[in-house]
């Protein structure tokens, strides 16, 4: 009706010719004659034209396209056709065959366009969280919360911010809830671990949103998922489909769900204290329930019912152990066929010296792998400077290839430099529970003679002796700033010792002058 009011507009108000009309609206000279015609006899003037509605004004101008037709025919039960529709992709079930099934029971029913055109403006009148049709078990999305709840420290008397992680199913919109301390990568792991086991089943795709401890990139170059967070989903046989970077409109479900649990369970501990995120959690579980218990008027159907009708049956099973929290990190062997972790030292079978490795490390252990294959595992070490060597790892005699380092060669490297580089080395040796643990400290120490001088080095050990800081970092501050000469002690070369010259007692040459 638009294109009329256009036309009557320009003839009443304008007073245009049909030319010129013509030329403005692109509309036939006989159209607009014709529409110009309709509107003459109705007797309406053109500011009724603009006050009347579209249904309305067709009734004045059209009045023999407007009549009515009220059909008897039998209207599909479209509440049945959406469940049946959401469910396809188990029961291969198509529009075209719930269809037929209605001509059946409807022999002089609607024929398939019309049946189409019907469902098509009743999944327009759902909800918006309805509008996506989701199937059944396919889809979680999750989500955290931007309202925080706060928690009292008794002690201290601080006020920190619990984080609510918000979990909804696509086709049921069963939702779980979980507050942590943080929104890091290993407290939104250990949500989605406890969101499985409330589930009691794994979906097929996971939509979470662009935080970090998720994905890495996402843009036009591809999906970048953080190691850790593809891990978990490796353990679970889920697939990661992350909303598109400031498009809410992706994940809907995990949008509303969000919104109805600020407004339905965190609104009611506002005048409420916690002294602990699991108190806090303690409170948001009986409250959850009753969420989900809620009839949703529309569907007649409350989450719950939904969620054991739709979702649960066609969820995968949980495996037989719950994921555990790791790390990664790339690492390269050392020469003596240990990879270093946080300070700690964990042997590998010494054949991949030199190779790179992959660390995947928890709160108790640590696996090392070469090219996907592992090849080492120890219990996690907390001390600084501890090591953990299986003898399997260790060659027969601690030679390594072509006899680059060993003991013999270390200790006749350090006779070279002098007495107190001797000293050195054997204290090394003697403070690791396997020889090879102290090659890199010895080597390092000892190529230092090369850049500082043999003299130097020596006075350096002397002085880092009696200061009692024997360590790489120490030495090499004490040559670069030359301590040593600090006291005068110390300004001159130390005199070899002997067996002859060790005590008071033994007379001189000068005694026989």
């Given amino acids: 009706m638009k294109q009329v009011r256009d036309v009557l507009q320009l003839h009443s108000v304008m007073n245009l010719s049909l030319r010129r009309i013509e030329g403005a609206t692109r509309v036939a000279k006989s159209t607009i004659s014709d529409y110009i015609k309709r509107f003459k006899t109705s007797g309406l003037s053109i500011e009724q034209i603009n006050i009347l509605d579209d249904d309305s004004l067709r009734l004045k101008l059209f009045p023999e396209h407007s009549s009515v037709i009220v059909s008897r025919r ?71 919360s931007g309202l925080t709840m706060p928690i009292y420290n008794q002690r201290t008397g601080e006020v920190e911010k619990a984080q609510i992680f918000v979990a909804v199913l696509g086709a049921s919109g069963y939702t779980f809830v979980h507050a942590t301390p943080s929104q890091t990568q290993e407290d939104f792991i250990y949500s989605h671990v406890m969101c499985y086991s409330f589930y009691g089943g794994i979906p097929r795709v996971i939509v979470p949103d662009n935080l970090k401890s998720a994905i890495i990139s996402n843009n036009k170059n591809g999906i ?20 598109r970077p400031r498009k809410p409109k992706d994940k809907p479900k995990a949008e509303q769900g969000v919104q109805a649990i600020q407004r339905y369970i965190l609104a009611r501990f506002r005048h409420h204290k916690f002294f602990s995120v699991d108190e806090l959690n303690q409170a948001l579980a009986p409250l959850l329930d009753r969420y989900n218990d809620k009839v949703i008027k529309h569907l007649q159907k409350s989450r719950t019912e939904l969620f054991e009708e739709l979702d649960k049956p066609y969820l995968n099973p949980l495996p037989m152990n719950r994921y555990v929290y790791k790390q990664f990190k790339i690492a390269r062997v050392n020469q003596d066929y240990h990879i270093t972790l946080e300070k700690c030292n964990y042997s590998v079978p010494f054949k991949y010296i030199k190779e790179e490795v992959e660390v995947r490390y928890s709160t108790q252990s640590v696996y090392i792998y070469h090219k996907h294959k592992l090849i080492a595992t120890h219990p996690r070490l907390r001390r600084i400077g501890e090591s953990s060597t299986l003898h399997e790892h260790m060659p027969n005699d601690h030679q390594y290839i072509n006899e680059k380092m060993n003991p013999d060669r270390l200790r006749s490297w350090a006779k070279n430099i002098g007495e107190f580089s001797s000293v050195f080395v ?24 090369r850049i500082y001088g043999k003299t130097e080095l020596e006075l350096a050990l002397m002085y880092a002796v009696r200061m009692r800081t ?17 006291k005068s002690a110390n300004n001159t070369i130390p005199p070899k010792q002997s067996l002859f010259d060790t005590h008071t007692n033994i007379r001189g040459a000068d005694e026989y002058k």
């Fill in 224 to 243: 970048v998922v953080n190691e850790s967070y593809a891990d978990l989903n490796r353990h679970y046989s889920i697939a990661v489909e992350p909303a």
């Fill in 74 to 144: 039998a209207m599909p039960d479209m509440n049945y056709l959406h469940k049946e529709m959401k469910l396809r992709k188990k029961t291969k079930v198509t529009l075209q065959l719930l269809w037929e099934e209605y001509k059946v029971d409807n022999p002089d029913g609607y024929e398939y366009t019309q049946f189409r055109l019907y469902y098509s403006r009743f999944k327009r009148t759902l909800n918006p969280s309805m509008r996506q049709t989701h199937l059944a078990g396919e889809k979680v999305f999750v989500d955290y």
């Fill in 426 to 449: 054997e204290d090394a040796f003697e403070e690791v529970q396997h020889n090879p643990q102290a090659y890199r400290k010895i080597s390092a120490v000892l190529s230092l003679a």
């Fill in 470 to 486: 024997v360590t790489t970092k120490s030495i090499k501050s004490i040559l670069d700033k030359k301590l040593y000469l600090a």
